[in-house]
T-cell receptor, first 113, second 116 residues
Framework: ETGVTQTPRHLVMGMTNKKSLKCEQHLGHNAMYWYKQSAKKPLELMFV???????ENNSVPSRFSPECPNSSHLFLHLHTLQPEDSALYLC????????????FGQGTRLTVV | DQQVKQNSPSLSVQEGRISILNCDYT??????FLWYKKYPAEGPTFLIS?????DKNEDGRFTVFLNKSAKHLSLHIVPSQPGDSAVYFC???????????????FGTGTRLTIIP
């Protein structure tokens, strides 16, 4: 148990669907992250939130929309995804944005059909 | 352009022997390096790190070596145990700017299999 919980663990969605991924941390951390892991590719940082404000957006398509309502919760809203968006989406948190040691959730395995 | 490279996608090592995982980087601004371990269906777990002011950091069975001139780091696990079978990611970051941006750049991972 790393203190970072992601739901759902698995998600299959059609290209016209709207779904959301949820991440929750109870570590008292101030920074939260979304990463994408595709097969045979490095982990890609998607979004960074620090103290509930988005501080980084790495050229992610607008069909991915993050939301951080408070420092413990992070969402990734998905709409009109493409099959190539199928991947493992990992949430992580760290004490603060400058702390590079992050705790990861177990990930959501997303399949777009 | 892949700034952090793990050129061996997989590695098999006999139990009890030494496992050596390698990582190369191209960005000379990187000065902090981390290794993460990932089991199937779980997120990566932080394992060990090293700052560029050091060339070696040891934690139990795990030792990370950094060769700055070669832009190369390695993770040594000795003795290797079956529970060490996992995917190992190398990651690197540059010193924070005044804005505190320390984005991690990850390699593609090496799958380590320990043979009993």
């Amino acid at each position: 148990e790393t203190g970072v919980t992601q739901t759902p663990r698995h998600l299959v969605m059609g290209m016209t669907n709207k779904k959301s991924l949820k991440c929750e941390q109870h570590l008292g951390h101030n920074a939260m992250y979304w990463y994408k892991q595709s097969a045979k590719k490095p982990l890609e940082l998607m979004f960074v939130y620090s103290l509930e404000e988005r501080v980084e957006n790495n050229s992610v398509p607008s069909r991915f929309s993050p939301e951080c309502p408070n420092s413990s919760h992070l969402f990734l809203h998905l709409h009109t995804l493409q099959p190539e968006d199928s991947a493992l989406y990992l949430c992580a948190s760290s004490q603060d944005w400058a702390n590079t040691e992050a705790f990861f959730g177990q990930g959501t395995r997303l399949t777009v059909v | 352009d892949q700034q952090v490279k793990q050129n061996s996608p997989s590695l098999s090592v006999q139990e009890g022997r030494i496992s050596i995982l390698n990582c190369d980087y191209t960005n000379s601004m990187f000065d902090y390096f981390l290794w993460y371990k990932k089991y199937p269906a779980e997120g990566p777990t932080f394992l060990i790190s090293i700052s560029s002011i050091k060339d070696k950091n040891e934690d139990g069975r795990f030792t990370v070596f950094l060769n700055k001139s070669a832009k190369h780091l390695s993770l040594h696990i000795v003795p290797s145990q079956p529970g060490d079978s996992a995917v190992y990611f190398c990651a690197a970051s540059a010193s924070p700017t005044i804005f505190g941006n320390e984005k991690l750049t990850f390699g593609t991972g090496t799958r380590l299999t320990i043979i009993p």
